[in-house]
Structures are given as structure tokens and as C-alpha cells.
Nanobody
């Protein structure tokens, strides 16, 4: 599975961005997907996850109510809609894929097998 993240950029505080992650291969619709982020000098942290069927989502407390993860299995793409962005959201954002047909959602990096290259999000104050 190859993952290509896009949609990052520079935005003012309070603004919005939508990230996309396009996946190659025929197993996308069978994989739970996640978004992580890494700010300079910090560990990579969990942001959000979505079940392969799209019927369940899971968010970090820091983004709950502001970010929305979704997917379109027909397009092999997972999205992260980010609203009310704050300077502390500045980071490189990565999408990641789990092994196929896992029932539970997880925030643990080691549970994800495949990673995209990352897209930079910068929020100015």
C-alpha cells in the first residue's frame, strides 16, 4: 500500500484546511486508516482514525470537535477536515494504514503498517 498525503499549507488561526490521503492498491476499503502529526522536536502523535467501513471514528482529545476524519472507498481516499485551526496544530501530518479488517480503532503508531510521506500544516497567529 502506498499513501500520498496532500492539502497542507499555511493558514491563519481560526481557519480551515482539508487534508487528503490517496492510497494505491485494492485493499484500501478493508483497512482502518489514521492521521498522525509531528511538530518540531516532538513525538509523532495520534490525531484521528476511521474504521474500514467508515462507520466508526476516534479522535484525540486535542482535536475533538474541530477535526473530522472521513473516507471515500470508491476513491481510495481518506480525508481530514480541520476547522478552527490553532498555532499548536502546526505540524507535519501523516496518514497511515492498518492491516486489513481490524475491528477496533487505535491511536498506537506501532499498530499501523503503512505511512504516507507527510504534508506540512502551518497555522499563524
Amino acid at each position: 500500500v502506498q499513501l500520498q498525503a496532500s492539502g497542507g499549507g499555511l493558514v491563519q488561526a481560526g481557519g480551515s484546511l482539508r487534508l487528503s490521503c490517496a492510497a494505491s492498491g485494492s485493499t484500501f476499503s478493508a483497512r482502518n486508516m489514521g492521521w498522525f502529526r509531528q511538530a518540531p522536536g516532538k513525538e509523532r502523535e495520534f490525531v484521528a482514525a476511521i474504521r474500514w467501513s467508515g462507520d466508526s471514528t476516534y479522535y484525540a482529545d486535542s482535536v475533538k470537535g474541530r477535526f473530522t476524519i472521513s473516507r471515500d472507498n470508491a476513491k481510495n481516499t481518506v480525508y481530514l477536515q480541520m476547522n478552527s485551526l490553532q498555532p499548536e496544530d502546526t505540524a507535519v501530518y501523516y496518514c497511515a494504514a492498518r492491516p486489513t479488517y481490524k475491528t477496533y480503532l487505535t491511536s498506537l503508531r506501532d499498530d499501523y503498517d503503512y505511512w504516507g510521506q507527510g504534508t506540512q500544516v502551518t497555522v499563524s497567529s
